[in-house]
């Protein structure tokens, strides 16, 4: 099993709309290195689900519910299902991710622009501890 993150701005898509959706479409991915990343996704794969913008915050997890496929949009590009999993009961913010020294290699803040990047099995870990 791999884990994953997917980073959106909540006033365009928020973890409540996929949580009332139940699955959905992730698509819209228009970076070469995100768009490789949905393409390594496997069913049941865990993903963070982090809202980007004012929130600044992990608030739930998800997982893949189908392996990448052509975007609906745009067929040069990839897509995936995600299904709605758990809401975290304490969000983890950008803030607590900075100060935990075993988040430091985090991806997310090294490349901070990223849609969707890997996560470590260590660090999925640490922040459903973190949310829990």
């Known amino acids: 099993m791999n884990y994953w993150m997917v980073k959106t701005e909540p006033t365009s898509y928020s973890w409540e709309d996929l949580v009332k959706k139940g699955e959905d479409v992730w698509d819209g991915v228009r970076n070469y290195q995100a768009r490789n990343f949905l393409k390594a996704m496997q069913k049941g ?7 980007s913008g004012k929130d600044k915050a992990i608030v ?8 990448a ?13 995600l299904r709605a999993k758990t809401t975290l009961g304490n969000p983890v913010t950008l803030q607590q991710i900075k100060a935990e020294d075993r988040l430091s ?13 890997a996560v470590t099995p260590t660090e999925f870990e640490l922040v459903l501890k973190m949310g829990s």
Request: hydrophobic share 45%.
């Open 60 to 67: 739930g997890v998800a997982e893949v519910s189908e392996e």
């Open 105 to 117: 290699e985090m991806l997310m803040l090294r490349q901070s622009r990223l849609s969707v990047m």
């Open 45 to 51: 794969d865990g993903v963070l689900f982090y809202h």
């Open 69 to 81: 496929f052509p975007d609906p949009k745009d067929p040069a590009w990839e897509a995936v299902i």
